[in-house]
């Protein structure tokens, strides 16, 4: 078990490109989960999927950030037209099953800067 | 919406002390879980407590959920204790809301 797997570890984009983030969740779990951490603003929830449905995107800035989650093994994240206040560690985590009493799983995130 | 608030923000150990850390949050949570994120690592779930108290190796935490507080207790901190504790507290919904964070530095 590798764990939740980010890619691209690190991604350094120009203002006004665009960014897509990869996700791969733990086998078998089917909650999948997407955060953003800023020395800011700390920890913020952005949207999660169950059985690769949408369930919540009520923390996505909604005109340039979307998610998807196309089969069950991965997901992404993608940004357009970056701005540099999207800079951040991106977070994508997963659970057997949705609900606080299972065990969440964090990747160990992408870094976007945004120049 | 809902606000989750830990103290201290930062804390100072000799090795050895016992830290207490506090997370306060503002509505009903139906989960709390304290997370441990070391210095430029991932976030690991450490333990579940919505109320009452609960203990796992030198760790133990106390939530009242009625007064809506919990505190995550490290008993003989180690260095490599050192980084930052994160309270999160569900809601309704799965997604969770999360605190500042207390970070940790425990010195040798």
Request: proline share 4%.
């Amino acid at each position: 078990n590798a764990g939740v797997i980010q890619t691209p570890r690190h991604k350094v984009t120009g203002k006004g490109q665009e960014a897509t983030l990869w996700c791969e969740p733990i086998s078998g779990h089917s909650a999948v989960f997407w955060y953003r951490q800023t020395i800011v603003q700390g920890l913020e929830f952005l949207t999660y999927f169950r059985n690769q449905a949408p369930i919540d995107d009520s923390g996505m800035p909604k005109e340039r950030f979307s998610a998807q989650m196309p089969n069950q093994s991965h997901s992404t994240l993608k940004i357009q037209s970056t701005q540099p206040q999207d800079s951040a560690v991106y977070l994508c985590a997963s659970s057997l099953d949705w609900g606080g009493w299972n065990t969440l799983y964090f990747g160990a995130g992408t870094r976007l800067s945004v120049l | 919406g809902q606000q989750v608030q830990q103290s201290p923000s930062s804390l100072v150990l000799q090795e050895g002390e016992n830290a207490e850390l506090q997370c306060n949050f503002s509505s009903t949570a139906t989960q709390l879980q304290w997370f441990y994120q070391s210095p430029g690592g991932s976030l690991v779930s450490l333990l579940s407590n919505p109320s009452g108290t609960k203990h796992t190796g030198r760790l133990t935490s106390t939530t009242v959920t009625k007064e809506r507080r919990s505190s995550l207790h490290i008993s003989s901190s180690q260095t490599t204790d050192s980084g930052t504790y994160l309270c999160a507290i569900e809601g309704a919904g799965a997604k969770l809301t999360f605190g500042g964070g207390t970070r940790l530095t425990v010195r040798p």
